[in-house]
């Protein structure tokens, strides 16, 4: 199971998603963060380099530190396909 958390606010779900959707939700290459009870977020590795990055208030939340731009979060590792 994997959530996609966007800088909207909005939160969309689903079962499986591979690398490429992952990207281009982030909008960049992934960089995977741990967070606690197992699960994982994906993150665009450069957001914070891009022009005028649109900080992700939830996803910040989650890990205690500004993230930048749409985030996958996965339930588990096994969720990112391919």
Known sequence: MYRILKTSGEVQTG??????EAQGIVK????????????????????KLKIHPEVNTKASDLVGMLIYGDVVVLDKMGDLKG
């Open 15 to 20: 079962d499986t998603i591979t690398l490429k």
């Open 28 to 47: 960049g290459y992934v960089e995977v963060i741990k967070l606690p009870k197992k699960k994982f977020m994906l993150v665009d590795e450069e957001a």
